[in-house]
C-alpha cells in the first residue's frame, strides 16, 4: 500500500487507504503501534463487506510525526504521574479528523480498538457530525484511575521486560512476543507467527519500536477525559471484545456497555487483538451496525 499524508497543523499523519464500496470507515488502531498492526487481509475482508477503508499512524507512531525531543520517565510515571506531554488527547481526535479531511471524507463510521476506541468516542463527541457509527473493539470504561482496576499488567511487564535484539530483527521477536501475549491463550492454536513477523518487518521499516514514544502516547492519555458521553451523538455504537482478554477484564466493557447504554458482545477465542480466525464475523458485525436503522437515544453524562 502506498503511504499517503493527512496534516494537522504542523504534524504529519500517515494513512493507507483500501478503495471499496461506498460506506467510508476509519480503523483506529491502540498506543504505541503503527497501524500495521490492522492487518492488510482484515481490511481487505471490510472492503468485501462494503467499506472503503482508511487506517492510520497515530502521532508518535510509524511513519506519522514523532516528538523524540520530549523526555519521559518511564511508563509508571507515564500512567500515575505524568509529566506535562508534548500534546494532549485532544490532538489525537484533531489527527482523525484531519484524516477524513484528507480522505474528503465529511464524515465516516468508526472503528477502534483499545486506545483507538477511546480516540473514536472524542472525535464523537468533539465532531458529532462527522460519526456515522462506532464500533469499540477491545474496549473498557477507564475514565481516571479505573484503568488500574479494570487492567492486568502482568503480561505487559513479562513481555516488555525482556531484551531483544537491535534493529529488525529485535523488532520482529518483539512483535511475535507482544502479539502472542495479547492472543487468546485459549486460542494459541490460531495464531499465525509468520503473520506477526511480517507485521514486525513492516512496523520496523515505518519506524523503530520507541519506548518513550508509547509513554508520550500514554501521558498523553492523561491528560483529557474521551471517556466523558454526555455530548456523544445518537449514532448507532457497538462494543465487541474478547471473552480471552488477557489484558482489559470483562466488567472494564460491560461497565463502559452499561455507561454507554450500547450492546456488548463478547467472542471466545479473541483477546486484546484482532485475531485471524475472526477477521470475517468482526467486518460483518461492523457491516452490521453501519446499515442498522437506529432510533435516537439520549447518552448519558459518565
Known amino acids: 500500500m502506498t503511504i499517503q499524508y493527512a496534516h494537522n ?16 470507515l476509519l480503523l483506529l488502531g491502540g498506543h504505541g503501534r503503527p497501524s500495521t498492526w490492522i492487518p492488510d487481509d482484515f481490511c481487505h475482508a471490510l472492503v468485501a463487506a462494503g467499506f472503503s477503508v482508511v487506517r492510520y499512524d497515530h502521532r508518535d507512531s510509524g511513519a506519522s510525526t514523532h516528538f523524540d525531543q520530549h523526555r519521559t520517565g ?25 484524516v477524513l479531511d484528507a480522505n474528503g471524507w465529511t464524515s465516516a463510521h468508526l472503528a477502534g480498538g483499545s486506545m483507538g476506541a477511546g480516540v473514536a468516542l472524542l472525535l464523537a463527541a468533539r465532531a458529532p457530525g462527522r460519526v456515522r457509527s462506532l464500533t ?31 534493529g529488525a530483527a529485535g523488532e520482529e521477536e518483539m512483535t511475535v512476543a507482544v502479539m502472542r501475549m495479547l492472543a487468546s491463550p485459549h486460542a494459541l492454536d490460531h495464531f499465525d507467527e509468520d503473520l506477526a513477523r511480517d507485521i514486525g518487518r513492516r512496523s520496523h521499516a515505518r ?7 508509547d509513554q508520550r502516547q500514554i501521558t498523553a492519555g492523561r491528560t483529557g477525559d474521551p471517556w466523558a458521553f454526555d455530548a456523544l451523538p445518537d449514532v448507532p455504537i457497538q462494543i465487541i471484545n474478547g471473552l480471552d ?6 466488567t472494564g466493557g460491560l461497565d463502559l456497555a452499561r455507561r454507554l447504554r450500547a450492546p456488548i458482545r463478547f467472542y471466545p477465542g479473541m483477546g486484546h487483538d484482532l485475531p485471524k480466525h475472526l477477521w470475517d464475523t468482526l467486518a460483518a458485525d461492523i457491516a452490521t451496525l453501519a446499515n442498522r436503522p437506529h432510533a435516537p437515544a439520549t447518552r448519558p453524562a459518565a
Not at 9 to 24: L, S
Not at 74 to 98: C, Q, S
Not at 207 to 213: F, N, Q, T, V
Not at 245 to 250: E, N, Q, T, V, Y
Open 207 to 213: 519506524h523503530p519500536s520507541d519506548r518513550r514514544a
Open 9 to 24: 497543523g504542523d504534524v504529519r499523519i500517515a494513512y493507507e487507504r483500501f478503495d471499496g464500496g461506498p460506506q467510508p
Open 245 to 250: 482478554d488477557p489484558i482489559i477484564r470483562a
Open 136 to 166: 469499540l473493539l477491545t474496549a473498557a470504561y477507564t475514565r481516571g484511575h479505573r484503568v488500574l482496576r479494570y487492567t492486568r499488567p502482568g503480561p505487559f511487564r513479562q513481555v516488555l521486560g525482556r531484551r531483544y535484539p537491535p
Open 74 to 98: 518511564g511508563y509508571l510515571r507515564a500512567l500515575l504521574r505524568p509529566t506535562r506531554p508534548p500534546y494532549t488527547v485532544e490532538a489525537f481526535a484533531a489527527d482523525a479528523a484531519a
